[in-house]
């Protein structure tokens, strides 16, 4: 977590564990699950290589068991295939379902590489209206 979420003493309420999604209701603890093809772990359980790519430190480092899915994970699972289709003269996309809260993030980016560094793990705005090269 940000030092900021810390301070107001805010807790996780995402779970993952293989393709399913847990979100906790933080009054009151009541869980609500989803399941997905996919379901990737991000918050924790990586370490950051010397050229600033975070890799998964090893299976079940992260919270509650959860295993850190780095970019090779991601475009192994998905990125693969939409590529072969691409190659074969298919139309591809990929959809994708974010879960996270707003408020942890109180301004956007001021430039498109911003949304792959600390505090921007992922880009929760309209991407759209932020150019990328």
Request: proline share 11%; charged share 20%; glycine share 10%.
């Amino acid at each position: 977590m940000l030092q900021r979420e810390k301070d107001r003493n805010a807790m996780l309420c995402i779970r993952m564990d293989g393709n399913q999604t847990t979100i906790i209701n933080p009054d009151g603890g009541k869980e609500k699950k989803f399941t997905f093809d996919f379901s990737y772990w991000s918050h924790d359980g990586a370490t950051e290589r010397p050229d600033g790519y975070n890799e998964c430190a090893g299976p079940g480092k992260g919270t509650d068991g959860a295993t850190y899915a780095d970019q090779g994970a991601v475009f192994n699972d998905l990125g693969k295939g939409v590529l072969n289709n691409a190659y074969e003269g298919f139309n591809s996309f990929v959809p994708i379902h974010i879960f996270l809260c707003p408020a942890f993030y109180s301004s956007p980016p001021s430039s498109p590489t911003d949304l792959f560094h600390p505090p921007y793990p992922f880009p929760p705005w309209n991407v759209a209206s932020i150019p990328i090269p």
